[in-house]
């Protein structure tokens, strides 16, 4: 089936270890999302690609950044992770008015 | 501002109609969503509506939108242990040039028997 894949699903580090998150999507839609959600919060949005264009969201910090080499791709990385990183993050992707979300990767900082 | 608010919880029985609101801000946004999070999972999307509908209706769920007072609301009719998760509205507004939704900050629905 089509969908929105992310791997791993749980994800530990440690306090300033370098770790990429990864999604791939079968939908070969153009525009690729990545949120952050910290416990009973709303998501967040952290960036997104149009296409091969990288949008920043004002309020991310520079300890993230993305990457997507092809339509399928998006990594995310956290160059060195806090404590205050521990959250959900998700990917999303669109190609209209609707945004189809992965399952997730908790990711754990040690 | 971008504020999309929700109460937090709504606890109801099986069988029930369960209703969860929602307030936004944003008047340009053309789409209203709500997306249910179940434990440890991602975001399902439910339903939407056009802003230039008042009402939707999909199988068991009702949308209804009142742009004057910014109020969206979700009607679950016959509610299920199964629908017991995390719902939450978003907006899309019209001054993004992609669909960037703004979440509310999700109302957890307790289902009991």
């Known amino acids: 089936d089509a969908m929105v894949i992310q791997n791993p699903r749980y994800q530990v580090t440690q306090f300033g270890k370098p770790v990429t998150l990864s999604c791939s999507q079968t939908l070969n839609h153009n525009v690729m999302y990545w949120y952050q959600q910290k416990s009973s919060q709303a998501p967040k949005l952290l960036f997104h690609y149009y296409d091969k264009d990288f949008n920043n969201e004002a309020d991310t910090p520079d300890n993230f950044q993305s990457r997507r080499p092809n339509t399928s791709f998006c990594f995310l990385d956290i160059r060195s992770p806090g404590l205050g990183d521990a959250a959900m993050y998700l990917c999303a992707t669109s190609t209209g008015n609707e945004q189809f979300f992965g399952p997730g990767t908790r990711l754990t900082v040690l | 501002g971008e504020d999309v608010e929700q109460s937090l919880f709504l606890s109801v029985r099986e069988g029930d109609s369960s209703v969860i609101n929602c307030t936004y801000t944003?008047?340009?946004?053309?789409?209203l969503y709500w997306y249910k999070q179940e434990p440890g999972a991602g975001l399902q999307l439910l339903t939407y509506i056009f802003s230039n509908m008042d009402m939707k209706q999909d199988q068991r769920l009702t949308v209804l939108l009142n742009k004057k007072d910014k109020h969206l609301s979700l009607r679950i009719a016959d509610t299920q242990t199964g629908d017991s998760a995390i719902y939450f509205c978003a907006e899309s507004p019209r001054s993004y040039n992609t669909d960037k939704l703004i979440f509310g900050t999700g109302t957890r629905l307790q289902v009991f028997p």
């Open positions: 944003d008047s340009s946004s053309t789409y």
